[in-house]
Nanobody, 113 residues
């Protein structure tokens, strides 16, 4: 299993970013996918989830209305569109199917003026 996150960057408050996660080593189209984030010294937290077909999505209260999760099963890729970013969104972001233990390297998002 390989999970490669990308798209993280330094962005000003109120800005937007789109994260990507490309997966391999399992049948991507049959697995739900989640995005998580972790800040130094804190536990990793769940941010958003999407079912295998992409038809249903779920969000943590802290990002609801600002983040959008989507997927392209033909590209084995899941996305996280992040809008109206806040300093408290600063974290390393990871993607993973809930049933698989492996983590990728993550991608750093920093929201700061």
């Amino acid at each position: 299993v390989q999970l490669v996150e990308s798209g993280g960057d330094l962005v000003q408050p109120g800005g937007s970013l789109r994260l990507s996660c490309t997966a391999s080593g399992f049948t991507f189209s049959t697995y739900p996918m989640n995005w998580y984030r972790q800040t130094l010294g804190k536990e990793r937290e769940w941010v958003a989830g999407i079912i295998s077909t992409g038809g249903t999505t779920y969000y943590a209260d802290s990002v609801k209305g600002r983040f959008i999760i989507s997927r392209d099963n033909a590209k084995n890729t899941v996305y996280l569109q992040m809008n109206s970013l806040k300093p408290e969104d600063t974290a390393v972001y990871y993607c993973k199917p809930p049933q698989i233990a492996s983590w990728g390297q993550g991608t750093q998002v920093t929201v700061s003026s």
